[in-house]
């Protein structure tokens, strides 16, 4: 592919795709920006008006703005966080010669193919619920209360029930980067008289860089959208207790009927999602050009 | 100061005998080089003098202590990998002072340490590199500078040179011998090259599943193979072993020649071949060549000789340096 002719050729053959995929991206990020300066509510069709910026200044001041933004990187980062560290350490394991090692991991992935919403139904009923769930029945053993965990832990909960989905994504691309170790460094290493934890500290987390890159990076992507657990379980609640951007946006479109205001949310998401990347590309994307 | 005494050591994977019993002095100060065909056992062995694998039975005394349980690093010994085994992140002065590094030594001494092993190693210039940064010899000589620091008892080489094409491998042989010479610490090298092992060797270890077939000096093996395995390994090209009227004439099953061990001549001689390829190679010729009644043979002249494809020739053996064996493959003394 080095001719100017294959080149122009290579271009010409993409061309459809490239644009199809960009109208698919730029018309309704297009159609949203226009929204967002309209007073567009569906309760009161055939009133669409130019309002300017107003949309945004509602959104921007409305302290469910600020509530859902904590919420959201608070539950980012922590199941950020979860996941690299409980993946690890799975990772880890899973890399050991162990008994019954190949059961073991397919039950290590398998959480990632239960669908978010099932997944938030099993823990809401079987294992979180404070009068038949596993939980209240293993507290009961040991004679405690049982914790309301909806109530009295939300965004705790939906942390816990997220990280869950998504620590077989982290597990699954760490053990392969551990596979990836060479041998013969941890031997040298050896040689050398670093035990296990210098071992894991100056070879193990250092080769697992990139990957851990990898994963912070996708899982950033997906988390920042996190919304069926949400809606199955909480609905946002407490309060503003478990609403993070996408659940805000969604109430403001579809449960106030606010087009208008909607868009402008969305767009302040996207803006958002834009900084997260740009940081997040910065701090650690270039662990990816080495 | 580093002797190394292995008494009856023993390795078995599972039901597989790969080490069935080896007992072995090395002295101190001396370059032993094992050597054998690939699956002999060569890199187990030196990997059970290192640590990293456990010994099934038997003793691994360094300087007179039993170290067959101790931890590698415990051992004192530092090993260099046939793949470097260099550690990718770190820099070459990084990767140089990882092992003083973990045996808690001061910023000083780590400094003037590494410092004199890139002298010694022309590394000087490379310190800041990432391995990635380096050539193939170059990261050879981190993998050495990286053994060297330690001041180890012994070093142990895996097959080091495997990886580098065969300029640089002549040069790093002879740089491996010369850092010998000034160090005068044991070492013990691992390698499937004959030319290595006779080259380099103070004392050869020819292995053979797992087994030691003869230990000596280079030119003791050439000179005298205790059997036919030892005799058709040590030598390049290949020892040619003839059977059948020729040897019954020598009282025995077979016998061996090396392929420069032969008068080469046109008009007569003891037999009479055809010469199926000729390899010209200025110095000297390889002549592969047909003998009547006895098979394929290679014959190594000096020089150059004017001979080519269905040329009737005439070889006589050197008598004196005729090998015999017997049927088990043993050398029996020569005739």
Known sequence: MSTRASTLTGRIMSAPSIIVLFLWMAVPLGMTIYFSFLRYNLLSPGTEEWIGTLNYEFFLTDPAFFASLTNTLLLVGSVLVITVVGGILLGLMLDQPIFGRGVLRLLVIAPFFIMPTVNALVWKNLLMDPVSGMFAWIASLFGLPAIDWFTNAPLTSIIIMVSWQWLPFAVLILLTALQSLDRDQKEAAQMDGAGPVAIFFYITLPHLSRAITVVVLIETIFLLTVFAEIFVTTGGGPGLATTNIAFLVYTQALLQFDVGGASAGGIVAVILANIVAIFLIRLIGKNLDK | ?335
């Open chain 2, 1 to 335: 100061m580093g002797a190394i005494r292995l008494e009856k050591v023993k390795k078995t994977f599972g039901t597989l005998d790969v080490i069935p019993g080896v007992d072995l002095d090395i002295n101190d100060g001396e370059f032993v080089v094992f050597v054998g065909p690939s699956g002999c056992g060569k890199s187990t062995l030196l990997r059970l003098i290192a640590g990293l694998e456990d010994v099934t039975d038997g003793k691994i005394l360094i300087n007179g202590t039993d170290v067959a349980n101790e931890a590698p690093a415990k051992r004192g010994l530092s090993m260099v990998f046939q793949s470097y085994a260099l550690y990718p992140h770190m820099t070459v002065y990084n990767n140089i002072a990882f092992g003083l590094k973990m045996a808690g030594e001061s910023k000083e001494v780590i400094e003037e340490k590494v410092q004199s092993a890139a002298k010694i190693l022309n590394l000087t210039d490379y310190l800041e590199r990432r391995p990635g940064a380096l050539s193939g010899g170059q990261r050879q000589r981190v993998a050495i500078g990286r053994a060297i620091v330690r001041n180890p008892a012994a070093f142990l080489f895996d097959e080091p040179l495997s990886n580098l094409d065969a300029a640089l491998r002549v040069n790093m042989r002879l740089e491996i011998t010369g850092l010998h010479q000034e160090l005068k610490t044991t070492m013990i090298y691992v390698t499937h090259d004959q030319v290595e092992a006779m080259t380099m060797a103070d004392k050869i270890v020819v292995l053979q599943a797992g087994r030691v077939e003869q230990v000596g000096k280079p030119m003791e093996l050439y000179n005298n193979p205790t059997n036919k395995f030892v005799a058709g390994f040590i030598g390049s090209p290949k020892m040619n072993f003839l059977g059948g009227e020729l040897a019954k004439k020598y009282d025995c099953h077979e016998i061996g020649i090396r392929p420069e061990h032969f008068a080469v001549s046109t008009e007569k001689g003891e037999i009479p071949a055809t010469v199926k390829i000729a390899e010209h190679l200025g110095a000297e010729t390889y002549l592969h060549v047909e003998a009547d009644g006895l098979g394929p043979m290679t014959v190594r002249a000096t020089g150059e000789i004017p001979l080519g494809e269905h040329d009737k020739i005439f070889l006589t053996p050197e008598q004196d340096r005729i090998h015999r064996f017997d049927a088990q493959g043993l050398a029996l003394a020569k005739s």
